[in-house]
């Protein structure tokens, strides 16, 4: 089954203790993102990636960090992570042929930092 | 700056309503404006357009893209407690996709 695949998916954690959620997909899409979704704000970009060892910032990048090492993985790292990053992440995913446009996501992370 | 703005933000109907969603935008580049419902968990997607006046329909869903006023909307006839959801819209540019706010649908019975 074609997915998008976020763990974990829900995360209670403590200021300044490094994490990661990883996200990975089994479509071979080369484009993948990462959201974050606030009340009223929408989903808003973080990072994206074009491809293997591209990585581009978003919309708020600031307190996060990503890597493509392969091409389905796309790992969010927080690593020290603050109370205003507590927040719903959306990881997704596209082909760059074809339906481009159209992202598939991830279930969710619900991530609270306390 | 970039930007997608959906109204109204809320909107409460009775089953059986006809509703109209708005998307406006302010993308450069534009390559595509896409729709998508979010019920508890992620969103999944509904139409994706690209021409002006092409209407893309799905059962009771239909939706339109103006790309000379820069807007779309999203109509849905006869609705049901189902359609309760956050209905997205995002619009995609060479390298990105920018998100509005989202409309939250309440549905009552």
């Known amino acids: 089954e074609a997915q998008v695949t976020q763990n974990p998916r829900y995360l209670i954690t403590v200021t300044g203790k490094k994490l990661t959620v990883t996200c990975s997909q089994n479509m071979n899409h080369e484009y993948m993102s990462w959201y974050r979704q606030d009340p009223g704000l929408g989903l808003r970009q973080i990072y994206y990636s074009m491809n293997v060892e591209v990585t581009d910032k978003g919309d708020v990048p600031e307190g996060y960090k990503v890597s493509r090492k392969e091409k389905r993985n796309f790992p969010l790292i927080l690593e020290s992570p603050s109370p205003n990053q507590t927040s719903l992440y959306f990881c997704a995913s596209s082909s760059r042929t074809g339906a481009r446009n159209i992202q598939y996501f991830g279930a969710g992370t619900r991530l609270s930092v306390l | ?109």
């Open chain 2, 1 to 109: 700056e970039d930007k997608v703005v959906q109204s109204p933000l809320s909107l409460v109907v009775h089953e059986g309503d006809t509703v109209t969603l708005n998307c406006s935008y302010e993308v450069t580049n534009f390559r595509s404006l896409l729709w998508y419902k979010q019920e508890k968990k992620a969103p999944t997607f509904l139409f994706m357009l690209t021409s002006s006046g092409i209407e893309k329909k799905s059962g009771r869903l239909s939706s339109i893209l103006d790309k000379k006023e820069l807007f779309s909307i999203l109509n849905i006839t006869a609705t049901q407690t189902g359609d309760s959801a956050i209905y997205l819209c995002a619009v995609s540019d060479n390298n990105d996709m920018r998100f509005g706010a989202g409309t939250r649908l309440t549905v009552k019975p």
